[in-house]
């Protein structure tokens, strides 16, 4: 065998050798690719994805109102270097830096948790927003927000208890039932009235004193916003989706179900954006998996968060872009959609 020869089969079981490593070792790296639809307004195994008790409901006519997915790679999954590349190059897909995606630190149980969490306050928002787009009756009332583990209310108060009166006297906000805790001594009673599942319930539960203010009372929670109204409505995704990112579509499937008149006029609208109790619409990420979603699925229109209209700046789609900012501006751009000429009149991300 000649020196160029045995060079030769050097240099390729030496290129073999680090090749292979760099093939399976992973990456700090996430992929994002387009992940499907799910109609907010069809049923999921003959049950309704969203279900309205307690308040009058109305058809909502053809059309389809579209959630959009993005599939990503889970928390306890790690990229190569081949996928990471492959997914940074092919169309309709991304890739990130990992520590942007999952905080670090977190176990893939933590963010599976707090993804959980989003969605679930992603659907209560909806409904308080869709609520009160439609004229419905919602009064806002301090929340138990989170119960301290071993303190004095651990047990007794829930979160998302509804927090009515303390010591008898009505609190309207969280810093009513401040006051009236720290009107207290430690180690005395205190007396609330809660509303848990819509059932007016008395708690006593015995003040301690605070770890950084002597001879200040607390009863180990932590107060936010809730609200309180008379409709029932759940929702049945038949999958694991998790995120705020369907808030405004949940909100525009509701408002559809409990007004009357057909919102979609027959088109297949879908759209993605968090959305806040006030209808506020806030930007998400995987914008583009999204639309890709979308457009898929055959939506003809698709609402973009404005905050994330630069982000699709040069995409080419056949499918109308319409901005919003708020879930009443979602439902007037619907209305102009619907009227003759209207696809030309709408708020497109690229006007």
Known sequence: MTRQTWTALVSALLFV???????ILPVPFVAWSPGGTADVLGDVDGRPLISVQGVPTFPTGAGQLDLTVVSGTSADSRLTLPEALAAYWLP???TLPRDAVFPPGQSADDVTKAEAQMME???????????????EPV??????????????AYGKLLPGDLIESV?????????????????????EPVDFVVLRDRVKTNVKVIAAESATDPGVAVVGITIGQGYAYLPRITFDLGQKIGGPSAGLVFALGIYDKITAGELLAGRDVAG?????????????????QKLASAERAGATVFFVPSGNCADLAGVRTDVALVRVSTLGEA???????AAP???????RCSS
């Open 17 to 23: 050798a680090l090749a292979v490593p760099l093939a």
């Open 331 to 337: 439902i007037r751009q619907l209305g102009v959609l």
């Open 167 to 187: 010591d008898g006297v009505h609190t309207p906000s969280a810093d009513a039932v401040g006051d009236q805790i720290r009107g207290h001594r430690p180690n």
């Open 341 to 347: 000429g209207g696809e030309e009149r709408v708020d």
């Open 121 to 135: 306050t992603s659907q209560d928002d909806a409904v308080v927003a869709a609520l009160r787009a439609a004229g």
């Open 272 to 288: 993605t954006g968090t959305i806040t109790p006030s209808g506020d619409v806030g930007s998400i990420g995987g914008i583009r």
């Open 139 to 152: 009064q806002q009332m301090p929340a138990v927000s989170s119960v301290t583990v071993g303190g004095p």
């Open 92 to 94: 309709g897909r991304d």
